[in-house]
Structure formats: C-alpha cells, structure tokens
C-alpha cells in the first residue's frame, strides 16, 4: 500500500513538473515560427526552422501528455460513462485502463525499437539541415513511458478510490 | 476456395508516389502481376505515407511492416553507402536510359546488391524516371533568381543546391502541392514537367526551367530480404517481369512526356538559364562528386563508374553526346 | 479474416471502448496497436508509433497549438467583453437584439479563431448570463450560442478546415475561402431565424430597457471601435498569408502573438489569464494530439489490412449507388457518427475513406470540404453525443439542464440542414470567392 503511495505521489509529481514546464513550449514554437518569417522577409530563409518548430511540437504533446492526464483533459465519450458514480467510474475505468496501458506498451516498444535503430545507423532526418533524429526519438520515448507511468498511477488511485482508502 | 486463399501470399508495397502518379509508376505492373499471379500470390499497393511515412519506410521494410517498397534510395535514407546516388545525384546521367546501362552493364546492381544485402534488405531491381527541373512560382533566368528560394527537392540534390542559395525543403511528398499554395515553398526540384502536369503541381506554378541538374532519376524496387527468399522461383520471375515492364513503361511514359508538354503544355512557361551560366553548376557537380568520393571507398567505386561512363559516351559521340 | 470482417471487428470495437467511457484516445489506440500485434504480422507492433513520425511531419498542426492559444487569450482575457458591449448598445432598441448581437459577436470572434472552443468560451461566459439577465428564453439562447460557436470553424481560418486540408491535399487558402460565404449565409439565416422568432413572440427576446441603451451618440461611435480589434487580429494573420509573405503555419503564429499584444496592451493579460491560458493550450493540445496520433495509427492498421478497400468495395461495387446518392450517405454516416464519436476523431478516422471515394465519384473536393464542416457541426451539436453539447454543459449556468441544452438546437440544426442543402444545390455558394480569388 504506501509502496502504491509512493509510486503515485513520485510520478504525479514528477509529470506534473515536466508539464508545467513544458506548457511554456508554446512559445518556443511561437519563436521559431515568427524567426521563420523573419529571417525569410529579410535575410535567407532559415534551413533548420520548420524541423525544429516540428520537433518542438511533438516534444510539446509528448511530454505534456501526461500532465494533460492530470488535468482530466483527455476527452471522454461520456454518454453512460456521464451518468455513473464517481465509483463506478472508477471501477470500469480500472479494467478498460488495461486497453490504455497496452496501447501506450506498444507505443513504447515501436518507440524504443525506432530508437534503437536510429542510434545504431546514426539516422540523420533526410533534409538539407540532416538533424541527427535520435534526440527527437529519445524525448518521444521518455513521453511515452511518463504517460505509461501516469496511467499505472491513475489505475493505483481508481483502485484506492473503490476500496475508499485515502492516498 | 478457402484452403488456396489461405496458403495465397500476400505483399504489401509501398511506393513513394502519390496515387496520382502511381496510377502511371506502377500501378499497371503491379495490376498485371496480380492478374498472373492469381490465386498464388496477390501483391497490395500503398501509396507515399499511406502506411508508414517516408521516414520510417526502409525500417519498416527491413523489419518486415513494409514487404516491399519502391523508392530512390535517397529520400527513403537508406542507412548505406549508395543512397546519395539514389534519386538525383547531380549531373550523373543525362537520358533515361543511362541508368539501366549503369545498373547493368557498367557493374552498379552488383555494389547495390551487396549494400543492401548487408542490411537485410534485397534490392530488386533499379529503374529511371524522368530528368531534374525547376517548377517555381516566379521565373527563373539566371543563377541570381535562385537565391533564397525554398524549394522541395531530394536530400542529396538538396545539399547540392544550397551553394547556390537555394533552400532546399523536405516534406511528405502528398504534402508538396498544398505546401505551395500555404507558401511552405516557392518552388519544387523534383521532377520533369510530366509529373509536374500528373500530379497538381504545374497548377500551383507558373515557370518551369529547361535546365536541369540531372537528366534521369535513378531509384528500385526492394524488398524485405525473408519476404523474397520466400518466394518460389516463377514468382520471384514474374517479379521481375513485372519490375521490367514497369521500367519499360516508365521509358516511354516521360521522354514523350516532357517533350509534349513543353511543346504543347498550357499552364508553365518555360524560361531558360543560359549555357554558359548553367556551367557553373555542372563544373561545381564535378566538385561535388569529388567530395563525395572522399567520404568512402564504396563511393569512390561509384564516383569513378559515374566518370568512366560519361567519358565513355563523349567518346561514342552522336547520339549519345552532341557537340 | 475476411477484409469485410476485419472491418466490422476493429470498427465494433472500437465503439464498444468508445462507450466505456476510456479516454478516446485509449480507446481509438488501443483497438489499432491490438489489431496490429494480432493481425498485421511481421513487424505490425511498429505501426503505432511509426504514426508519431507521421503526425510530426504534418506541419499544418503547428497552427493548433497557434490557435487554442489565441483562442484562449481571447476568451480569458475578455477581450471580447467590448465586442459585447458594443453590439448590446447597438441591438438593444430590438426584439431579440442581444440575441442577433451574439451571434455577430461569434462572427468577429470566430475570425480571430480556428475552433469552435473559444467562440463557446466566450458565448457562455460572457453572452448567456447577459442574455438570461434580460429575460431572454434560455432555450432560444442556448441554440444561439452553440449555433454560433458552430461558425468557429467555417470561417477562416479553421483548423477543422487544416486537418481537412492535410487528409484531402487540398490548398488550406482554397478552402478557407470557401467558407467564408457559407458561413456568413449561415449567420444571416440564424439571425432571420431569431428576428423573425422574436418578433412574433416578444417575450422570447425582450427590449433593453431604455435607461440601459440611452447612449449618447459620442459614446455609442466610440463602442463601434471596440470592433475594430477583430479586424486588426484578423489583418495581421490573413493579408501576409494571402500575399505569400508568410506561410500558413507563421501566419498562425503572428496571429496568436497579435491576440496576446492586444490583451497585454489592453492591460487584460493578468497573471490568472496569463496561467490559464498557457495551461489550457497545452492541456487541449495534448487532448487533440494524442487523439489524432491514435486515429493515425488505427487508420494505418484498417487500411494495411483491407478493411479500406472492404468499405470501398461495398460502397461503389456491391450497393451500386449513384454517385449522389453515396453523397448524401456520407453525410448521413456522419451525422450518425457524430452523435457517439468525438469530433477529431471522426475526422481522422472517417476523412481518409470518404476523400478518395468522393474525389472518385468526381465531386470538387473543396467544396465536399464545407459540406464536410458544417455536417461535422451539426454532428457536434447532435445529442446524445457532441463536443459542443459537452463544452455546453460544462460551461453553461446551473439554470440550464441538459434537458434545455438538447431542446435548444432543434431549430438551429434545421436551419444548419437547409444551408447544407443549399450548398449542395448551389456549389457556387462556396467555390465563388476562392474561384475569384485565385482565379483558378
Ligand atoms: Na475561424
Ligand atoms: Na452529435
């Protein structure tokens, strides 16, 4: 039980951190965009803006996700699920959490396999600017096992939730 | 029956063109082989980034995703030492049918064939496509126009092009015309005027270039090296039947083509670079080739067929060298 | 497995995960990754992520983080409180008037916004209470509202009309322009709708009192500036991107930095504001992207495993339907699907086999592309299910039930129905302005 506490305090605080910092993103994106045009109305247009605005992007989502998590904001098709006890909920959501965590495992296993063969042949991205792709697919990976992590602890609190023990 | 369809092999085949141009690249092979094939076999087309995107695709087919794929080693990055000659490697060849002659007769299937064999991949067959040009939203005339423009080309032709100001933009191909028009790009160095007329772009541009950086695409069909083991014999011949009257088709389909729609074509107008300017790019590919060379031995090989070659065919005179 | 079967399966569950209430985008994900693991073979358990590559390479979905920020400032900032302000001077002397004022309100708001979000936000927060303070029947405005808001969308710019774009390879300008008139139409039959309501039935909508429009004239033109606002925001992101001089994801950008200049200039950009708004476009952000990377790769494994051509198959080949007739299905279908599926979903997941059907049946594809918004709309605004139904609930006063809030859009649906059905007897009425524009 205070080994499940702990998981859940850990992880919460820790994708609650990396959101609230990573929420600022979008004015990184702001920022290469708006060099973007810059630097095209008065200089030679930039190689490197559109790729990096790009991985800014799914940095963004990626590690953002799992704060989003946190704030409810991943809709839900409520049309049943509306009208159900908050315990209810938590009970269905215990088992169909199993479909969320198989998707985010495979994710997971696609985005470490990538990975790993972007490190082994040192894939570069097949533009003029040739950014090596293993830092982008690295973050992807971290998103992705955070945003698992957050859904095992989202399990852990629907399960304390149905057996009405406190956090 | 249920017990054939069973034991029915299937493939899928991922081609880096859009179903537009696909209706002409390969789709009529592919249809064909189908039709021969049967009950046997039955080989799926998928079109640019319909399953997996560009990116991903030689993963994919060197995993097994993807059981076959046709594209030029160069946009599908390859992780060997060949892909920079893929596509459009500037200046290598100047008609269509200097690929196939490289490929067969002057000893490139078989530094292919090792290449890719090292990472599990079979390559099948190579093939030509059409020339190099320019398809720009403004007119080019000299070298001075080209400066600053972002415009969609292959990697390797791309890092080519920037000594002249170029800004060379990769995107999915699917994406290419949209990218005009929300002004991602100015221009397209991509292909001839064929598939500039085939596949939307000549109505989002207005000039086309007569000069081009290279006279001939170069690219293959691979596939999944297991995949092909698999294969009993007659099909892995009506594969290649297959693959060669796609090529055939090809040959045909685009030197027609360009010189047609040049001809005859209502939406570009033609402008041209002069000569003796235009030797400035020529001149600074053959330093180009040369620092390629330098970056491996692999590629040294390919550098000095590519010179062997053409030296050969200035020799040959008319009609393969004029004046 | 049939191809047939595979599609009923991976469709049918996929429904059944929608109903347990999971996060769509769990839902959506799931039954693709499974699907793939199970069905593909070699190498399908790549698929998914192999999805993620492709969504980064979208570049048109950099605008949406662009526009829920601007959107957001927008709303949080009350900006829009003078936009109120000025139509409620202006329309006041007139039944129903605060009504037909909204409703010109959601025009100015949805030119400076892509989704149909903020215009809700800012209906809800800022026009219903007024509305219902005055006596206005709750039914009516609560249509008005998510009728309006229904216009986010159809106006440039869109994102709705983006994500379009990128699935059709359609020119995103085209299409934006293609709105326009749709939308505006859209926007005059409401108001004939609420005008001619009202004036048979006064109640409905009462006059202002006359000590709350007694204006002076001065003060009444000073409001008129308060419009202006829109139309600068509007300006500063459409005439470079229309002139070539930035293209449509730095337009997005100089659009949200505009929004947020004006809210800072206006003294509005409070810390609260400022969290809220930062906090909320990552939160919709992430809710939008996970759902469409999930639809990506769901899409991936249906179309790798024939289910695609199954669904062709059946539409073209075996029910032999006249081209027409395949159109108006589709629309069906989506109106149908509207009520249980969310609405980027439907948009990742049913676009991608309907484009190619329709661009095969020979219809324009930019003009399928506002038949396709606004039946997507009227969908949303559907019950049982609809995000603007949902966005509604949450953000409506607690004197509006559910009850209201379903009551409330019959009209409108019907009004949104006649002008689909108009666009599809007179295509004109989308494809003049972007055919005159550039002069295709
Ligand atoms: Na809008
Ligand atoms: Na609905």
Known sequence: MNLARRFVKIVDTI???????????????VGVLLWSSISKTFFLPSLWTLEVAQFCMVAYYILGGPYSIQMGSNVRMDLFYGEWSDRRKAQIDCITVFFLITYLGIMLYGAWDSTAYSLQYNERSPTAWRPYLWPIKVTMCIGIFLMLLQAISELIKDIFKIKGVAL | APAIAQSKITWRLQTYAGPALAEHVVKPAIDAFNKVAGDEMEIELYFADQLVPTGELFRAMQ??????????????????????????????????LDVPV???????????????????????????????????????????????????????????LTQFGVVPVTLPWEDIEVAVQTGELDGIAWSGITEDYTVGWADVTNYFLTNNISGAWAGSFFANMDRYQELPDHLKELLKLAMDSSHYYRQWWYWGGEAALRVNGPKMQLTTIPDEEWATVENAALKFWDEIAAESETKAKVVNIFKQYNADMVKAGRPYRYG | MSHEMIAIVMFSSMMLMLFTGQRVFGAIGAVGAIAAVTLWGTGGSDIPFSSAMKLMKWYPLLTLPMFIFMGYVLSESKIADDLYKMFHVWMGPINGGLAIGTIGLMVLVSAMNGLSVAGMAIGATIALPELLKRGYDKRMVTGVIQAGSSLGILVPPSVVLVLYAMIARQPVGQLWLAGVIP?????????????????????????????????????????????????????????????????????????????????????????????????????????????????????????GLGAVRAIDNLFTQQLGLEPWMILVLMQLSFLLMGTFLDDTAMLVIVAPL????????????????????????????????????????????????????????????????LALTLIMLFPQIALWLPEYVYGK
């Open chain 1, 15 to 29: 994708n609650y951190r990396i959101g609230r910092v990573v929420m600022y993103g979008i004015f990184v994106m």
């Open chain 2, 63 to 96: 995993k097994g995703t993807i059981d076959a794929v046709q594209s030029d080693d160069d946009s599908m990055a390859s992780p060997t030492e060949v892909t920079v000659f893929g596509g459009y490697f500037p200046f290598a060849s100047r008609y269509s």
């Open chain 2, 102 to 160: 490289l490929f067969n007769q002057y000893g490139l299937n078989e530094i292919w064939d090792e290449e890719y064999s090292k990472v599990g991949v079979k390559h099948l067959s190579a093939g030509s496509w059409d020339p190099c040009h320019f398809a720009t939203k403004d007119p080019i005339n000299s070298l001075e126009d080209l400066k600053g423009k972002r415009v969609f080309t292959f990697p390797t032709a791309g890092r080519f």
């Open chain 3, 183 to 303: 939308g505006l139409m859209m926007a005059t039959m409401f108001i004939i709708y609420i005008a001619v309501r009202c004036k048979i039935n006064p109640s409905l909508g009462p006059v202002l009192p006359p000590e709350e429009r007694t204006v002076s004239t001065a003060e009444k033109l000073r409001l008129l500036r308060a419009g202006l606002l829109p139309l600068v925001i509007f300006a500063a992101m459409m005439v470079p991107f229309v002139n070539g001089w930035t293209s449509l994801v730095e337009s997005s950008a100089i659009g949200a930095m505009t929004a947020f200049a004006a809210a800072v200039l206006k003294g509005r950009m409070t810390k609260a504001v400022f969290e809220t708004s930062v906090r909320q476009t990552l939160a919709i952000s992430c809710m939008f992207m996970w759902i469409i990377l999930a639809a990506l790769g769901f899409g991936a494994v249906f179309d």
């Open chain 3, 354 to 417: 309907y484009v190619p059907l329709v661009q095969a049946l020979g219809f324009d594809l930019v003009w399928y592309g506002v038949l396709y918004t606004i039946t997507t709309q009227i969908a949303y605004m559907t019950p049982p299910f609809g995000y603007n139904l949902f966005l509604m609930r949450a953000m409506a006063p607690k004197e509006i039930t559910l009850r209201d809030i379903y009551g409330s859009i019959l009209p409108f649906v019907m009004i949104m129905v």
